[in-house]
C-alpha cells in the first residue's frame, strides 16, 4: 500500500520567506510526527498529532514554527521567517495507536522520504 | 530528556556480534529502534513496552529493563546490510513527547 508522502522533496527558499512543508501519512494512521535532521546529526523531535491535536507543542524550536493537522489526516509544518539555521532535512512520521487494553500508545512509526530544506 | 546511546560507533567484520545500548534518566513507557542508512528515512526494528510486551522484526532482538531504565539491542551474525545508524527512541509516559538518541553508526566490514 502507499506509504507516508512528503512534498516538496527539496525547497531552497531566501532567508525571511515563509516555507510550507506536508506530509500525506499512511491512511488510517491517527498518530503523526515531525523530526527535523541536520546534516550528519540525529533525528530531533518537533511536535506529533494524535488526531488532529498537538498534546505537546514544547518541541517546536521557536514561534516561528508551526504545524497544523486537518481532518485526522494531512499535516503541514510551516516555518515562517527563515533562518539559515533552519536547512536541514525534515522528516514525517506516522503510526496507528493502541487505543484499547492496558498499554496505550503508538505502534511503529513509518517515516516518508523527507524534505530537504535549503536556506540561502 | 534525549536517552544515552552506546557506543557511539562500532566496526563489525561479516558474522560478528554487536549489541547497542541506549538508557535513559527517566522512567520509561516505551522504546523504540529505527535504522537509518544513509541517505535514507529511518526504518522501524523494535518497540518495547512497558511490562514486557514486543514487536519487532523475525531477526532482530532486544531486551528492555524497566528498573534500569534500559534497552540494548542485539545484532547477532552481522550482515553487510546491517550497516547504518541504528537511533533508539524513548517515551516516557503515554502521550509524551517522544525522544530519539544520537544513534550509533554501525559499519559491517566484509
Known amino acids: 500500500g502507499a506509504g507516508v508522502s512528503q512534498s516538496p522533496s527539496n525547497k531552497v527558499t531566501e532567508k525571511g520567506k515563509d516555507v510550507e512543508l506536508r506530509c500525506d501519512p499512511i491512511?488510517?494512521?491517527?498518530?503523526l510526527y515531525w523530526y527535523r535532521q541536520s546534516l550528519g546529526q540525529g533525528l530531533e523531535f518537533l511536535i506529533y498529532f494524535q488526531g488532529n491535536s498537538a498534546p505537546d507543542k514544547s518541541g517546536l524550536p521557536s514561534d516561528r514554527f508551526s504545524a497544523e493537522r486537518t481532518g485526522g489526516s494531512v499535516s503541514t509544518l510551516t516555518i515562517q521567517r527563515t533562518q539559515q539555521e533552519d536547512s536541514a532535512v525534515y522528516l514525517c512520521a506516522s503510526s496507528s495507536w493502541r487505543s484499547s487494553g492496558t498499554l496505550l500508545g503508538p505502534y511503529e512509526q513509518y517515516f516518508g522520504p523527507g524534505t530537504r530544506l535549503t536556506v540561502t | 530528556q534525549q536517552p544515552v546511546q552506546s557506543p557511539q560507533a562500532v566496526i563489525l567484520r561479516e558474522g560478528e556480534d554487536a549489541v547497542i545500548n541506549c538508557s535513559s534518566s527517566?522512567?520509561?513507557?516505551?522504546v523504540h529502534w529505527y535504522r537509518q542508512k544513509h541517505g535514507e528515512a529511518p526504518v522501524f526494528l523494535m518497540i518495547l513496552l512497558k511490562g514486557g510486551e514486543q514487536k519487532g522484526h523475525e531477526k532482530i532482538s532486544a531486551s528492555f529493563n524497566e528498573k534500569k531504565q534500559q534497552s540494548s539491542l542485539y545484532l547477532t551474525a552481522s550482515q553487510l546490510s546491517y550497516s547504518g545508524t541504528y537511533f533508539c527512541?524513548?517515551?516516557?509516559?503515554?502521550?509524551?513527547?517522544?525522544?530519539f538518541g544520537p544513534g550509533t553508526r554501525l559499519s559491517v566490514l566484509p
Open positions: 491512511s488510517g494512521h491517527t498518530a
Open positions: 527517566k522512567a520509561l513507557y516505551s
Open positions: 527512541g524513548t517515551e516516557p509516559n503515554y502521550g509524551q513527547n517522544f525522544v
